[in-house]
């Protein structure tokens, strides 16, 4: 099993609507997770953390966290085409590890 | 939080070659982080670099073949050794930010996108 694991996607969503991301993880005593955002050709962009189950809202994105599941989410309320980009989890290891997700890349079509 | 400069861009080089990667940061930081992203996939980590000891190698990856410096808490290079096609991919370095209650997240260098031919 992969410590973090991504649906490839792509998942093409229309401007407007909700892009649901989903990630899990195999390490239960992880307590630390991220989610970026990475444009074709550019670098990692830091967009969201989450440490407490639940949800965790930051403008148009907000993070969920089911530690019992081993899951995280992120869901892009109101796409924009420029939320065009690969979105890739991460998630500290129990041994501070931080590991990547294979990432999900979202196309947001007008 | 941190901003990171990294150079070269890009490069393509001839196999059997070496190629220095450098990250200059404009602040202290305890580690820095080593990646590769081959194409159409996630990073993977190379090494964790510190500053006064020698870098930690993940596993997969060796000293001889990815030689890193890390001479003081603001700059860090990564060589790429004797290089084959396999090594065309996107190396970037990435540092630790502190986002608040918790453990940071990592902000990375613009990369370098090595070509292999």
Partial sequence: QKEVEQNSGPLSVPEGAIASLNCTYSDRGSQSFFWYRQYSGKSPELIMSIYSNGDKEDGRFTAQLNKASQYVSLLIRDSQPSDSATYLCAVILT???????????????? | SAVISQKPSRDICQR??????QCQVDSQVTMMFWYRQQPGQSLTLIATANQGSEATYESGFVIDKFPISRPNLTFSTLTVSNMSPEDSSIYLCSVEVAIGQGPGGYTFGSGTRLTVV
């Fill in chain 1, 95 to 110: 041994n501070n590890d931080m590991r990547f997700g294979a990432g999900t890349r979202l196309t947001v079509k007008p």
């Fill in chain 2, 16 to 21: 059997g070659t070496s190629l220095t990667i």
